[in-house]
């Protein structure tokens, strides 16, 4: 008996009761995928895209690595992306953090070692750009869930400033950036005001989510982690 024959007995029971309730839904995945939206997103285990909203397999393009980085050096994010905007045309592309993010909270304390604080200081590099707004706060998970906000904020501004994006918007291409923190405590995605559709926009909605994140209490009933 193999040690992930357990996990292969899951898939089984998984694969049969897509099957039950849709008989040809395999038969359509295979023939094609036409997701509308990009989720970039942690590694963090319990951080499972498409359960978080709901959407079966073929409907959530995915790219995943520690704390939600976006580095226009990044060649896996940057196939990632410009699949999913040049050849699947997705309408929305999500930046997604969470609450909780290890990775983040490295970062902050200075805590990475060995190729992962090559990593995580991009995410030192918010923190120095916003280390005024971190030094307010009372406290060290206040600041580590702010950061993780923050994160967000600046990812979705290296989104819309990599040229697959602008040449998509160039092009009149519809395509919408977005940030949302995801709560592991709760289960819910946490809006952080930023929908941007243009270049035009870039900026002033990217300030106006800081702005509107420095008025904002952290937030209440946090989970233990």
């Given at each position: 008996?193999?040690?992930?024959?357990?996990?292969?007995?899951?898939?089984?029971?998984?694969?049969?009761?897509?099957?039950?309730?849709?008989?040809?839904?395999?038969?359509?995945l295979?023939?094609q995928?036409?997701?509308?939206?990009?989720?970039?997103?942690?590694?963090?285990?319990?951080?499972?895209?498409?359960?978080?909203?709901?959407?079966?397999?073929g409907?959530?393009?995915?790219?995943?690595?520690?704390?939600?980085?976006?580095?226009h050096?990044?060649?896996?994010?940057?196939?990632?992306?410009?699949?999913?905007?040049?050849?699947?045309?997705?309408k929305h592309?999500?930046?997604?953090?969470?609450?909780?993010?290890?990775?983040?909270?490295?970062?902050?304390?200075?805590?990475?070692?060995?190729?992962?604080?090559?990593?995580?200081r991009?995410?030192?590099?918010?923190?120095?750009k916003?280390q005024?707004?971190?030094?307010?706060?009372?406290?060290?998970?206040?600041?580590?869930?702010?950061l993780?906000?923050?994160?967000?904020?600046?990812?979705?501004?290296?989104?819309?400033?990599?040229?697959?994006?602008?040449?998509?918007?160039?092009?009149?291409?519809?395509?919408?950036?977005?940030?949302?923190?995801?709560?592991?405590?709760?289960g819910?995605?946490?809006?952080?005001?930023?929908?941007?559709?243009?270049?035009?926009?870039?900026e002033?909605?990217?300030?106006?989510?800081?702005?509107?994140?420095?008025l904002?209490?952290?937030?209440?009933?946090r989970?233990?982690?």
């Open positions: 008996m193999g040690q992930l024959d357990h996990l292969l007995d899951n898939n089984k029971a998984w694969a049969d009761g897509i099957k039950s309730q849709d008989p040809q839904f395999f038969d359509r295979s023939n995928q036409a997701p509308e939206y990009l989720w970039i997103g942690c590694a963090d285990s319990r951080v499972p895209a498409n359960q978080i909203v709901d959407l079966m397999p409907e959530l393009f995915v790219h995943r690595n520690v704390a939600n980085v976006v580095v050096t990044d060649f896996n994010c940057l196939s990632v992306l410009q699949f999913a905007v040049d050849v699947l045309k997705v592309v999500l930046v997604v953090g969470h609450y909780g993010c290890g990775g983040v909270k490295a970062a902050l304390n200075n805590e990475g070692f060995g190729v992962i604080s090559n990593w995580l991009h995410v030192q590099d918010v923190r120095d916003h005024g707004i971190l030094d307010g706060l009372a406290t060290d998970q206040d600041r580590v869930d702010r993780c906000e923050l994160n967000v904020v600046e990812q979705v501004g290296h989104v819309c400033q990599n040229n697959i994006v602008q040449e998509a918007w160039r092009r009149g291409q519809a395509l919408t950036v977005h940030g949302f923190v995801y709560d592991v405590g709760d819910i995605l946490r809006d952080m005001g930023l929908s941007i559709s243009s270049e035009a926009d870039h002033a909605v990217k300030q106006n989510s800081i702005d509107e994140l420095v904002r209490p952290v937030r209440a009933g989970h233990k982690n």
